[in-house]
Each structure stands twice: as C-alpha cells, then as structure tokens.
C-alpha cells in the first residue's frame, strides 16, 4: 500500500529556493585579491540564474558536464547551483591535481566547458590542447595579470554576465535522484575516479549536516569553508550553509594562517573547517587573536594529533573537533560531538576522545568486518576490522569504471580504513586496509609504527610498508627521514623501537630517504616507495 | 545521467536500528498506575521483535491495517515501529473521538486488529460488535480492572508475548513511499478524513525536527510529550526521539498538572510538547517546580496566548514556544525559533514575535495566495491570504475519498488557515478560510473579534460566525458566555467593541449563550453555532 504524500523530490533547486526566500539578507562574503566583498543570498540567487543563462546560452548538453576550476568564491559557490540546477552536472576540477590527472579527469567526464579563476589559468593553459572534450573556457575574472590563452574557445564570464539573459532554475529537475555533481578522488593506485552524487544525496547530507550528529548547522551561525570546494564535495558546505541559512565566509586563494586567523576574526566565524596542516600554522597565531565567536573548529583529511587539539584548547578554549569521511561519502561519515555519557568527564579524558572522529552520522550506517569477508566484527573497542558504510549518501560505484572491490558483495562501502569501534560508537582508525602487514598470519599496523618513528627525536618523517617474506608471508619495512643536524643509526633506530614494540612487530630493515614521497594532495604516497623498492631484499632473507 | 549513490531507502527501520546500535543504554520511562517503568531503547527493540512477532503470528495481512488505542507508553512507542516495519500500517485510534467517529475510522481502515490499553477498553468494547472488520483484539493490561467483554477476539497482549516468537524488522520493507501510518483528522465536516504516511515522510520529518528550525533534538534530551501518540502523528516524536538518541518520558494516563510537573521535574526533561490548556494548568504550580533542565516548552493545536507564553518565563524564565502544523503535515510546518535578526530585541518585542509559530521548516515550503486563486501574495507582514504548505511530508490527499477543494490546482495543501507572512519569514496566523466574514468586499476576522470580546472582564467565551446579509454579503455574529456571577447587557459589550474595532467590523449582534459547543478534541465547535443559527435574521435586516 503506497502513503498519500506530496511528491516533493529532494532536489538542490529547493536549497536555493529556500535561501532566496527565508533568508535573502544573509551574507556571502569572498576575500579577494582586493579586499572583501560582500554580497547576499539574495544576489547568490540572481548570479545563479545568470549562470543558468550563460550554460543554456552556451548550448551545454541536458546533461552535460561542466567543470569548475576555482578558489573557494561566490562564483563558485553559485556554480554549486546553476549547473545542477538546469540539469546538468558539475565536475569541481582539482587544482591541486598534476597535468596528467587534470587531463584524465576533464576528458573522462567529458566536461564541455570550464570556469576558471583567471588566477588559476597558469594551470590549466598549457593543457587546454589535450583537453579535448571542451567547447568552453569561461575565465571569471578574480584580478589576477595571467595572459588569456591563444585558444578560441576561451571566453569572459563578466562579458557574458552582461549580454546573456537571466536562465530558468526552477522545476528543471524533477527526479531527485539525477546526477548533481562528480568529484573525482585519487587512489592509491590508477587513475582518479569519479563519484557521482545525486540531488538527493546533496540534500540530504545537507539536512543532515544541521543536526547536532554533524555540525548543527544554524541561521546565527557564519562558516569558513578553508577546504575547498573541490576537495571532497566541499564537505557539503555549500549545500548545508544555505539549507541552514548561515552566513558564508569565502577565503578565496589566500589560505595563509595569517590571512585566515584575520578572517575568522574580523568576520566573527562560528564553524571553520580545513585539513590539520592549515590548523597547525594558526597555533603560533592564536594568542593575539580574538576567537571568541568560534564553536566549531573542525579538521578532516587525516587524523588529528591529541597535540593539535590541545594546543587549540589552551589557546582559545576551544578543542578542534575530527571530522571523518571519504569523497565516496559525500563526504561526512562522523563529525566528534560529546555524547551524553562523556559530557562529565575531565578534560584529558575528553581529550583522549577527541582522537576519535565520533560516532556514525544520523543516516550513515558504519560496520566493521572480518577483512575481506562480511562478518561484522563487535563494537568492543578493541577488535578491529575493515570499515565499512552504508546509506543514502555513500556511493554505490565509479563513473565509467568497474571497481567492484570497492564494494562488498552486499553493497556497502569498503572504506579502506581499519578501526576499532567502542561500545558508544566512537569510531577509532587504526590503519589503512592497503597499509597493512599480515606477517605469519598476524595483522601489524604500520601506522603505529610509523608513528613511533616520527616520535623519535632525530626523525622528521616516516613510511612503513609490507614487502613479501618467504616463512612470514610479508614483513614490515621502515623508511625514514633524519632531521636536519641530527644523526641517528639504523640499529639505534631499531632498538629504539624494539624498546616499544613486540620484537614481531619491529622492522626487518630501516631504510633513510631523504624525503617521504608525497600525492599531489600532499599525502604520503607509500605506493610509490613499494613501487621504488619492488625489488627490495630483507637483509635477513 | 542518474548519480551512483547506494539505494539505501527512508524506511522507519533504519530509525529503530540506529537507535539500538548507537543508543543501546538510552532511557524510555513509562509513567503506570503503579509508578516509573524504566527501559532502554534496548528493551524497546526487543519488544519491537516480539511484537512483529505477534503480528505475523495473528497472520495480519501484508498490508493490513493494525490500530493502537492507547496512552503514550513504551508498547504505543513499539507499535509505532514494529507495525511499519513489517509491512503494516498503523492506524492511532484517537480515544477523544465520539462512538461514531471511532466505528466509521476503524471501519474505513479497515483495521484488521487492534491493540488497547485495558484502561482504554471502557471506550471500545461496546463499539465492538460494530467494528467489523476487526479479527483480533490485544489488550495491553495497564493494571485497570476494566472487565474483558465477552467478544471471541479478544486476546492478552502478554500471553501473546509469552508464546510467540520474536519476528524480523529488517528488510521487509524497500520501498520508502509504502504506507506506514493512518492518522485520521476531524473537519469542520462531514466525516474524518484518513492521513497516510510513508516511510519516507515519516524519515524525513524526524530528521528535520534535529535541525534548529524545529527542536534540534539530540542525543542529550529527554524528551516528554504529553501530546498523544494519537493526535496529529504525536508531532513525530515517537520517531525524532528514536533518530536523535533522546531519552523519552512517557506520562501514560495522568495528563493532570501536578502529575506531569512532578514527572518533568524528576526526570529531568528538557523538551516538552503538549497543548495550551495543559501548561495553562500548570502556572500556578510554576513557582515551586524546579524545571532548571527544561529547554523547550512547545505548543500547538491552537494559538498560544502571549499572556500563558510571558507567565512561563516570568515563573521560570523560558517562554513558551509556538508549534504550527495539520495532521496533513506529518504535523509540523513550523517551530518558533529566534532568527539572528531578532537576537538582541527586549523581551518585550520578542514576547510578540513569539505569539507567531515561527518561520517555515527546513524541508516545508510554505506561501500566501488569494483564497480559491494559485497567486501568490508577498510577504510584507500586513497582506493576508490562504496559508498553502507543499514538502515531502505535507499529505497529497485523503485514504479513500476525494477531497480535491483540500489541495491546489497545482499541488500544494490548502491549510485553511488565513495568514500573513512578514518579511523574515515569521508566519501570523490571523484565522481560518471559513471563519472569515467577508462584508462588502471586506474580509473581517472573527478571531480578531473572538479575542477581544474574550479580553471583557465579564466574559468567559466567545465565538463569531458569518450570517448571510443581503446589502453586505455576510456580517458577523458574535456568540459570548457572561462569567459566573457577572452580568453584561449586549449594548455595553457593542459599545466596548465599538471603541476597539472599525465600525464596520463590530457584529451587528451578540447573542448571549451558556456555553460555546466543543468538538470532540476539545475546540470550539463554530459549525454547530452555524447549524443551530442557520434561520437566524440579524436584527438590522
């Protein structure tokens, strides 16, 4: 038997649409090459109907790709919009990619145009020949001198902001579960790959995101997205802020400490979020700053040293807070909140808390297995499995590629990541799936050890990685970067650790490089040191 | 292009399931005749099975209708889950209804068993042998001494739950849009009319009210609704509870002031929902009640008075809190909640814009239109018109009869309410489409002219209908009851109104009465006035 209920689908036209209506008077504000300007909900609205104009005018497919390649800006913001809104499906282009990624990416969805910051044109013009796919390339002026490209498809926003007229949004889009938008997320291995997110999982993460399981996102509060809008789905902060009708703060390029400590103060920020390094830079800062309106200061993209966190609370009273996700999760799988059970405790046990990235969001299911298997594991704390998820915004596949062991064979999300979950559903990541050493049928964390190495004082960075061992099936081997001015030998590093691991767990060898290899997103990439060391021998095989 | 996003349904499932994963320990207190039963939610999933159990074991239909005729408690709590998740529709019989609403609601759902609370079943057993359709009556035993009646399907809950076996909850139901619930509503007319929720509406409605523009509830509250599980959905709380990880306070039968005051005293409760004559009941009891852990406080069902609103905070320094919703929206439309715009008002100004319900919910649009017309009207505070809701969780139509003049050409609810919007989106419900006058083009509100003749110090009630004219179409009517002990002649309360309104809008008489009729709910019944009043001559004609 079906209800009787209004077929109302979940669309990204009804954000805006509330937006406009209920709060027109909110502000976006964008920091530019300039100073700041300041603009409202109320203009967002009309900037995306003029975009709505340009894509229509500009003969863009039904469902046509179109690519941003943009600061986090008003322009993009309402990019967020336009381009979902009249059908079609907005490819957030990474600016952080290398040449061969960009180009991959852009053809591979077939993105029929671009809009670029003039500022990030240096980027993209020396591949516009290979980037075959695009009709066209709309410059958004941010004031930037880059020379405009020989390249006759190159075209001025500001120019077609003035001669198109103002496009259709609204009732375009009628089955909410039509392609809004791809990111595309860069593995461990291959080619970047591309999740495509419907209108109904922006919306609900969104509405999610105002619940207290998230950021309790409301109309007071005014949020700096430091992340960027193409890293990870913007982490739905360009849905949930207007969903909410919260204030936007948009730092544009400038994303030095200094520059943001100035913003989150002069325009008294409330939620702020960005990855650990941005947060790290700001401690020396924070003394002389007036913070006081900050509630929410959240960090994802790795793990949060309890440090980090600490140092934030001794500054300003305020702990950051660990957010946990995956591109493939829209991107919010948990946010830290205090449950009730641990409102009473001291602060350094909460601090220990704080460590973990919290329990599942409401609308996230979370499981751990047996890895490789889909027999799910106890949430005793202690056990630890590959972690898995499940809902209405955690994606089911990749765009145009096969990936089934993504997925397990009952449809949930292999995350990769191994953890640990308490009893109150506080999730703990132990390790990376692919990170693991499995040596005589026992698992051993590499990120432990590494941990321990960067601990040691002469050390400034470190990588563990499995190589094949003949009677062990794999053992760990450690690769480590010396201080500069400092020394160290491999059997003072090998008894360092051996001081504090089960003699198993230590390394057969220690390897000193004079850099970990780092992702075009700054991650270590131990892929490419098992990569350089394929044909390595352990010195005791 | 459609996304490739997991097809993870809003089914009520995902609710209970989170709710005994994530929550295991949280509380459900059950207020019974012989004192506090205290549960978890735990507990509450067993029961859940047991009674999903019972429903497949009495071999209700897949589809079938199951009534609950029962005071909020921890199995009506249960019902709520075990019903919609294997399939079944719960219908919450309303025990406020006369006999013959009851035997043509049962009767029109079709209900295939239902489940009573011994203390209710005074009320239904001589209702019995017309309830045709009914194979099987559960009596929950409450510890009333109600005789059993002599009827072959009656059957103990408890024996049920001795020797059945717990039945599954997972998975029986994929589809969001299948029907979970069948909430009828009393008109002004005719016979009630059946609401049918989804799964869906259900889902998304709970996960709005943990939003800040509803009550934002979380894991940290504990909610007591004293609005019935039966009334308009029970406000959703029965699933928002659930979804939050909120601890609930069931009250059971004792709705009296001085027993709920000490229930939300002693545990603590920082969320409750009721309607205006029940926390009028409990101001004198204020000033000796420590209600320190009391958040929210909200009202609905009709318009709460500034005066109850201001007597809450002067006693105990929160105010009251205005709901506005229809059994038709799932019921909530809105929740008064202070925008940032009026943040630093006096308590003065915010006392009057708390007499408003609040500004439209996420997930609910609402809008003004010239009555009987599809334009819309602006939002400027002064112009009025017909209130009109569209959403996922606003009702499409009724359970098997038409009712096309309920809806708009082009969709949305015609709520019969008469309002005007203001600027920030702050809704002012001025009356309802047919209890307006319309003299001379004019439209005059009787409510407008109900509050001031109720303002008299010699009245008690009041009520003003429409009467046919033939120079001005309609003119008013008043009706008013004179206080006990008190006397008024009809000259001086004319001349009172007539100090107070246009000339035009005072009634052209008042006719003196001993009592206003009520509805079954409780309302003032104007339709009875109408009727009882229909060849009644205005004296001036």
């Not at 809009?115 to 020949?129: E, I, K, Q």
């Not at 430091?226 to 544009?252: C, D, K, Q, R, Y």
């Not at 205090?338 to 001291?346: K, M, V, W």
Request: proline share 6%; hydrophobic share 40%.
């Amino acid at each position: 038997m079906q209800g009787l209920i209004q077929d109302a689908p979940l669309t990204i036209e009804t954000i805006i649409r509330r937006a406009e209506r209920v709060f027109p008077t909110r502000e976006i504000v964008t920091k530019t090459a300039t100073g700041l300007e300041r603009n409202t909900y109320q203009d967002l609205a009309t900037e995306v109907r003029k975009q709505a104009g340009i894509l229509d005018h500009l003969g863009i497919s039904e469902d046509g790709r179109v690519a941003s390649f943009s600061w986090n800006t008003m322009r993009h913001l309402a990019l967020y919009y336009s381009v979902p809104c009249t059908g079609r499906v907005l490819h957030t282009g990474n600016i952080r990619y290398f040449p061969e990624q960009l180009v991959y990416t852009f053809n591979h969805a077939e993105d029929e145009a671009v809009f670029v910051d003039r500022s990030l044109l240096g980027l993209l013009a020396p591949l516009l020949p290979q980037l075959t796919t695009l009709k066209h390339v709309v410059v958004m002026d941010d004031g930037a001198p880059t020379p405009l490209p020989e390249d006759p498809r190159v075209v001025s926003y500001e120019q077609l902001l003035a001669e198109v007229e103002e496009g259709a949004i609204e009732g375009r889009v009628t089955d909410e579960r039509t392609a809004a938008g791809i990111c595309y997320t860069s593995g461990t291995t291959g080619n970047p790959k591309g999740v495509v997110y419907t209108h109904r999982s922006q919306y609900l993460h969104a509405l999610a995101s105002l619940s207290g399981t998230l950021f309790g996102t409301n109309d007071r509060d005014r949020v700096l997205p430091v992340v960027p809008f193409f890293h990870a789905n913007g982490w739905g902060f360009a849905h949930s802020s207007l969903l909410a009708g919260a204030n936007m703060i948009l730092p544009g390029p400038d994303l030095s400490p200094a520059g943001l400590i100035t913003l989150l103060e002069s325009e008294k920020v409330t939620i702020a979020a960005g990855v650990p390094t941005i947060w790290m830079g700001m401690v020396p800062l924070l003394e002389d700053a007036d913070l006081s309106a900050l509630r929410v200061v959240v960090c994802g993209g790795s793990a949060v040293p309890k440090s980090l966190s600490e140092a934030w609370r001794e500054a300003i009273g305020l702990p950051i807070t660990q957010a946990w996700g995956m591109t493939e999760m829209s991107p919010l799988g948990s946010v830290f909140n205090e449950r009730a059970e641990i409102a009473d405790l001291s602060e350094e046990e909460k601090a220990d808390y704080r460590t973990s990235p919290g329990i599942p969001a409401v609308g996230v299911e979370l499981r751990i297995v047996e890895p490789g298997t889909t027999d799910e594991l106890p949430w005793d704390g202690v056990t630890t499995g590959e972690l898995e998820a499940r809902g209405p915004w955690i994606a089911s596949g990749y765009y145009k590629v096969e990936d089934s062991g993504s997925f397990s064979p009952d449809g949930w999300l292999r995350t990769g990541d191994i953890a640990a979950i308490e009893p109150l559903g506080y999730v703990r990541i132990v390790d990376r799936t692919k990170d693991l050493v499995k040596s005589g049928g026992e698992w051993i964390s590499t990120v432990a050890i590494e941990n321990l190495i960067m601990g040691h004082p002469s050390i400034s960075e470190a990588a563990v990685v499995a190589v094949p061992h003949p009677k062990w099936g794999e053992r760990p081997l450690a690769f480590a970067v010396v201080k500069e001015g400092e020394s160290v030998t491999k059997e003072e590093l090998l008894g360092y650790l051996g001081d504090n691991l089960g003699k198993w767990q230590v390394p057969d060898d220690v390897v000193f490089i004079d850099e970990v290899p780092k992702t075009s997103v700054g991650k270590f990439s131990k892929k490419t040191l098992r990569e350089e060391y394929a044909d390595y021998k352990l010195p005791t095989v």
